[in-house]
């Protein structure tokens, strides 16, 4: 069965340093691929997805994911953190060929002045 | 153009009451799926609904049912609510036309708790 995991439960960074959230995914095929963000109280806006192609997507807010199929991993990336970039980010596979999605359980980043 | 919305916001239910939360979309959608989240587990997908009138099961469907009786509705009910359904339910919603991996976009969440 399809499942992703997100390693760490937390992650501290100071504002205008890099960050990089790990995501792992089981899966036998090619995965479509996802990464959304939920602010305190509110719902999941997506930042980015990967379905084929270039391995290195760009969303929102200035956030990028590599895709690397030998490390089962899609991590995302933001050189520069921003105070407003402090909220629960979660990674997410479809499942099977449907349109279910997958989740993993969260990284909650914290942003230090 | 709403999105996603979700109606109650907020609930407070007694163990054994009913309740229906109702989730709307103005995307024209045929897709739409009820999830519910609880610290630690991330979201997981209870049931969800391939086009008016379809429903089917997803992860944790036990004690809730769902009804699609228009495209833009999809609504989600507690017959006999449990402590263990506190949690933070969201709806969303997506249109298959872009193949599996096509958005979902998600509403603001309705938080219930049961005592």
């Known amino acids: 069965a399809q499942s992703v995991t997100q390693p760490d439960i937390h992650i501290t960074v100071s504002e205008g340093a890099s960050l990089e959230l790990r995501c792992n995914y089981s899966?036998?095929?090619?995965?479509?691929l996802f990464w959304y963000v939920q602010s305190p109280g509110q719902g999941l806006q997506l930042l980015l997805k990967?379905?084929?192609?270039?391995?290195l997507v760009q969303g929102i807010k200035g956030f990028e994911a590599e895709f690397k199929r030998s490390q089962s991993s899609f991590n995302l990336r933001k050189p520069s953190v921003h105070w407003s970039d402090a909220a629960e980010y979660f990674c997410?596979?479809?499942?099977?060929?449907?349109?279910?999605?997958?989740f993993g359980s969260g990284t909650r980043l914290l942003v230090r002045p | 153009n709403a999105g996603v919305t979700q109606t109650p916001k907020f609930r407070v239910l007694k163990t054994g009451q009913s309740m229906t939360l109702l989730c709307a979309q103005d995307?024209?959608?045929?897709?739409m799926y009820w999830y519910r989240q609880d610290p630690g587990m991330g979201l997981r997908l209870i049931h969800y609904?391939?086009?008016?009138?379809?429903?089917a099961k997803g992860e944790v469907p036990d004690g809730y049912n769902v009804s699609r009786l228009k495209k833009q509705n999809f609504l989600l009910g507690l017959e006999s609510a449990a402590p263990s359904q506190t949690s933070v339910y969201f709806c969303?919603?997506?249109?298959?036309?872009?193949?599996?991996?096509?958005?979902?976009?998600f509403g603001p969440g309705t938080r219930l708790t049961v005592l």
């Open positions: 899966y036998g095929a090619t995965p479509y």
């Open positions: 995307m024209n959608h045929e897709y």
């Open positions: 990967y379905f084929s192609g270039d391995t």
């Open positions: 997410a596979v479809v499942a099977d060929s449907s349109y279910k999605l997958i």
């Open positions: 969303a919603s997506s249109s298959p036309s872009g193949g599996a991996g096509d958005t979902q976009y």
């Open positions: 609904s391939v086009g008016e009138g379809t429903t």
